[in-house]
């Protein structure tokens, strides 16, 4: 089983940066991506960015193309997503997953942090 752990949010100025760090712990070797998830209040929870554990293919969503940048290091296995120009509509509950390749049910999932963003 993989553990995560996330850190790194907190309240912000519109405009301000925040970089949040997702540890990840256990059987790291199984995990082959590992993913930035967010959910607003009264909204869905979407995909934020993404990166592969082989190759660092990253991919992101096209609300933060530009702005946000994920991020691996694997000799501490712990991965980063450095946000920048934040907006108020950033604002949410930030969950780190990581893929193990066996499918959704056996994917890890962080308890989350919070990002607020004031405007």
């Known amino acids: 089983q993989v553990q995560l752990v996330e850190s790194g949010g907190g309240l912000v100025q519109n405009g301000g940066s925040l970089r949040l760090s997702c540890a990840a712990s256990?059987?790291?070797?199984?995990?082959?991506?590992m993913r930035w998830y967010r959910q607003a209040p009264g909204k869905q929870r979407e995909l934020v960015a993404g990166?592969?554990?082989?190759?660092?293919?990253?991919t992101y969503a096209d609300s933060v193309k530009g702005r946000f940048t994920i991020s691996r290091d694997s000799a501490k296995n712990t991965a980063y997503l450095q946000m920048n120009s934040l907006k108020p509509e950033d604002t949410a509950f930030y969950y780190c997953?990581?893929?193990?390749?066996?499918?959704?049910?056996?994917?890890?999932w962080g308890r989350g942090t919070q990002v607020t963003v004031s405007s």
């Open positions: 997953n990581a893929d193990t390749g066996w499918g959704p049910e056996y994917d890890a």
């Open positions: 256990g059987s790291i070797e199984t995990i082959t991506a």
């Open positions: 990166i592969t554990i082989s190759g660092g293919v990253t």
